[in-house]
Every structure is written in structure tokens, then in C-alpha cells.
């Protein structure tokens, strides 16, 4: 009984530290393309709280001055960061024996598949609206 009580707050931490890493794997792909064009990138990193109530994002890497091609791929880099997160946790998660890592990285390749699948799809402040909608 009690290791069932104890394994929902586990789980939801196991969520939020998947949310965070896969978070700044994403963000290091954009800013590590927009820094390779020479573009002095920036991360801002926020609490996720504003994502719960105003539709802000978590983070976000800026820069200017990019053409059409390089916003393209600093755009694609974080999207693409976020699949190779995931196939790399479903790699792990089927190379090991243990239960709890399995768990670990089931969640880990999870948040990062819907990283993907939130910032490749194209609406506004998306990384998908740069790629398809311009």
C-alpha cells in the first residue's frame, strides 16, 4: 500500500526532470545552430508556470539577423534534438533489465516525442510555424 502511494509523486517527478532535461536539450540544438551561423543566440529559461496559465513558453532561444535558410534550421535543430532524445531513451529503455530505469526512460522518451510533436506542429510561437508556415 504504501509503495503505491509513494510511486504517483515519484512518477511526477520523474515527468518533471524528463520535462526539464528534454526542455534544454531542445533549446541547446537551437541556440548551438543559430551560435554555428555566428547569430549570438540567447536561452531564456522561465519557471513553466506561465506555460500552465498563459500559453507562454517554457524557454525559448533568441537571436536576429538569420536568413530564411538558417531560421529554417535553427527551427528544425530543436524539433530534431528532441527524436534523437527519444529514440536514445527507447534504446536505453530496451538495453536494460531494471524496472525503475525502464520506467525512467519511458517517461524520458515519452516528454521528449511530445516535445517533438508540439513544437514541429505549426502555430504560432512553434518551431513548426518558422518551418511551414512562411
Known sequence: MLKNILLMPALFLIVLASLFINVSIHE???????????????????????????SEPIAYTSYSGGTRQQDIAIALAGPLANLLAMLLGILAYRKTNSFAVQIIMLAFALVAFLSFASNIYPTAGADGYILFAK
Open 28 to 54: 541547446s540544438a537551437h541556440y548551438l545552430v543559430a551560435e554555428n551561423y555566428g547569430l549570438s543566440p540567447s536561452i531564456s529559461m522561465q519557471s513553466g508556470v506561465g506555460f500552465l496559465w498563459n
